[in-house]
């Protein structure tokens, strides 16, 4: 949130596994892998600068346990 947003983004998240470490991993429109967050606790949110960041199209995951959730899609707008 906000999407689309321009530079603070806050992306929330509610995991199914709640002992199982994961990651958030965000990527550009050419599936090129841009920034990972550790993901920590079951639930909560990671704040996400995006500020230098070219404005366009991200895909974002959560990845765990060998498992990838559906992307969310994000729009950066400068």
Do not use: S
């Amino acid at each position: 949130m906000p999407n689309p947003a321009r530079d603070a983004v806050a992306l929330y998240y509610n995991l199914k596994e709640e002992t199982a470490a994961a990651v958030l991993q965000v990527y550009d429109i050419n599936g090129q892998l841009v920034k990972t967050f550790e993901v920590e606790g079951p639930k909560g949110h990671i704040g996400w600068d995006a500020g230098g960041f070219a404005h366009g199209v991200y895909y974002c995951k959560i990845k765990q346990q060998g498992k990838a959730y559906p992307a969310l899609k994000l729009v950066l707008m400068k």
